[in-house]
Nanobody, 113 residues
Framework: QVRLVESGGGTVQTGGSLRLSCAGF????????IQWYRQAPGKQRELVAS???????IYAEFVKGRFIVVRDNDKNTVYLQMNSLKPEDTAFYYC???????WGQGTQVTVSS
């Protein structure tokens, strides 16, 4: 089973960028499908993006063209590069490993208008 640790959240103005990191421990992330979820206050957790073992990525419509998932095998880390941020992107962001269902602790992203 893999343990995931997120980092990189913070506060940014509308239009700004942030890069979230999801570091893996105990297993190589290249052997897993890693998903990014987010949850805003009062809302359900929603899938933002996903990267499969082969490197294929999928994105929710509301982040397409703005967010990119990148994997660094040497650092055993998956990144969520978030560009052109909007206030509605404000949420707690989590990474998750699909097979075992392991979740990281999450990191807060706040976009001010």
């Amino acid at each position: 089973q893999v343990r995931l640790v997120e980092s990189g959240g913070g506060t940014v103005q509308t239009g700004g960028s942030l890069r979230l990191s999801c570091a893996g421990f105990g297993s190589a992330l290249r052997a897993h499908t890693i998903q990014w979820y987010r949850q805003a206050p009062g809302k359900q957790r929603e899938l933002v993006a996903s990267m499969a073992r082969g490197g294929e990525s999928i994105y929710a419509e509301f982040v397409k063209g703005r967010f990119i998932v990148v994997r660094d095998n040497d650092k055993n880390t998956v990144y969520l590069q978030m560009n052109s941020l909007k206030p509605e992107d404000t949420a707690f962001y989590y990474c998750r490993e699909l097979t075992w269902g392991s979740w990281g602790q999450g990191t807060q992203v706040t976009v001010s208008s």
